[in-house]
């Protein structure tokens, strides 16, 4: 997009300039503009004042779901999402108009990709903390309503952890992924495990592998992929146990618990004090399953959605 003034700033597509800014107010999103290919600039704006300072930034990413568009096999009421995010830097006191500003760039950018598809279902979505009410305003404000509950659940590493058996025959690595064909099967099977059908993208995944502490606990049964956990670090004394998937053939045999015993195991031996996980409210079966590792609720966050 061309450069245009809105009152006393400038919005503007992301540079590689404004890593190091952005990373002073989110450094995880400088993570993913810098190093995961699936954040564009032409998708990241950034409100910028007269001396250089950036007020404020928002990007629109396709969600795993997107990348299934032209999958001619999906029915006809299949959702495909867009998820978007809206940050201020408060340390330069942004006037109030930026974050409306910048909502008008991201939705204009969605409301041109769902025109490439106007036969198709398509969303624009956001997740936001239950205890954050400001961001509700706003998100609602602008014609969101909330879609599914998102639950948070955490497992204390101090207490014991069980061993689970698996099935003879079935092997659990520490899958490194070293080749690209190897991230293909993964991402072939997560496919096939996920409820959703809808795997993260090759890009994503690249990403994910090289943030601190990265690993895959994945069951194998003759060379075929049976179901995973990854787990990264999420600080000094937490770490994540998420993407867990057991391919249909091989659900309620133990496959589930067993690699996500060893997940855990990992974290501990790292010197992780906690493991978080977060798992959709409605998927009673999963809950279930946490709840009997030992895992407890944390936090809940609610997905908002726009549907265009």
């Known amino acids: 997009m061309k450069e245009f003034r809105v009152h006393s700033y400038t919005i503007r597509n992301y540079q590689d300039k404004d890593a190091d800014q952005i990373a002073g107010v989110d450094f995880m999103a400088m993570l993913a503009y810098r190093y995961n290919d699936d954040y564009i600039s032409e998708n ?3 409100a910028v004042n007269a001396e250089g300072g950036i007020l404020g930034f928002a990007h629109i990413v396709p969600d795993s779901t997107w990348f299934l568009i032209e999958d001619g096999s999906r029915p006809t009421d299949f959702l495909y999402k867009l998820n978007v995010d809206i940050t201020l830097n408060e340390d330069l006191n942004p006037p109030e108009h930026v974050q409306d500003e910048l909502w008008a760039c991201i939705l204009n950018r969605a409301i041109e990709y769902r025109g490439r598809y106007p ?7 956001h997740t936001i903390s239950t205890d954050d009410l400001e961001e509700m305003d706003f998100y ?9 509950t998102h639950l948070v659940m955490k497992r204390d590493l101090t207490e ?3 061993h689970h058996p ?10 490194k992924m070293d080749s690209q064909q190897e991230e293909e099967q993964y991402l072939e099977a997560e496919a096939k495990g996920d409820l959703n059908g809808a795997p993260w993208s090759l890009n994503h995944l690249k990403w994910n592998k090289g943030g601190g502490d990265w690993a895959a606990f994945t069951a194998f049964y003759e060379n075929e992929v049976a179901g995973s956990v990854m787990t990264w670090s999420l600080g000094e004394e937490r770490g994540a146990t998420e993407n867990i998937f057991v391919l249909p053939e091989w659900r309620r045999k133990g496959v589930a618990k067993a690699v996500v015993t060893q997940a855990l195991k990992h974290l501990k031996d790292s010197g992780k004090k906690e493991a978080t996980l977060g798992v959709f409210g409605d998927n009673g079966g999963a809950v279930s399953l946490y709840l009997a590792m030992g895992y407890r609720m944390m936090d809940t966050v609610l997905e908002f959605g726009l549907d265009l």
């Not at 036969?119 to 979505?125: G, L, T």
């Not at 609602?140 to 309503?145: A, V």
């Open 44 to 46: 990241i704006f950034c």
């Open 166 to 175: 698996f099935p003879e025959g079935m092997v659990i690595k520490n899958w």
């Open 140 to 148: 609602l404000s602008k014609g969101f309503d909330t879609k599914r």
């Open 119 to 125: 036969e198709k279902r398509v969303r624009v979505s």
């Open 160 to 162: 014991q952890i069980p």
